[in-house]
């Protein structure tokens, strides 16, 4: 199993990046799909996530109506479209999965991780 986060890199404050999450020797419509971050010096922070089977997704409150999360299941990818970044979200993402639509961004519950790819917001 391996999940691949790739679209980070440097951005101005304002600007956008969409990250995207690939799957190989999994079938990530089967599974929710989680964003986390890590910014330097800090825990690992729950970003988003959406359901498998009924798409939810849900946000944290500090990138709630900037962020997106969307999956194309035929193209066993997950995306993150993120909007009006700050220096702030700043972080490694990562991307994650879970049998549990129930986990939230809960990470413990997350089963399969993987690498993480580096975001960074001027000011």
């Known amino acids: 199993v391996q999940l691949q986060a790739s679209g980070g890199g440097l951005v101005q404050a304002g600007g956008s990046l969409r990250l995207s999450c690939a799957g190989s020797?999994?079938?990530?419509?089967?599974?929710?799909i989680g964003w986390f971050r890590q910014a330097p010096g800090k825990g690992r922070e729950g970003v988003s996530m959406?359901?498998?089977?009924?798409?939810?997704?849900m946000y944290a409150h500090s990138v709630k109506g900037r962020f997106t999360v969307s999956r194309d299941d035929a193209k066993n990818t997950v995306s993150l479209q993120m909007n009006s970044l700050k220096p702030e979200d700043t972080a490694v993402y990562f991307c994650?999965?879970?049998?549990?639509?129930?986990?939230?961004?809960?990470?413990?519950?997350?089963?399969?991780w993987g690498q993480g790819t580096l975001v960074t917001v001027s000011s």
């Open positions: 959406i359901h498998t089977s009924d798409g939810v997704a």
């Open positions: 020797g999994i079938t990530l419509a089967y599974y929710a």
């Open positions: 994650a999965v879970t049998h549990r639509n129930s986990a939230a961004t809960t990470a413990s519950l997350y089963d399969y």
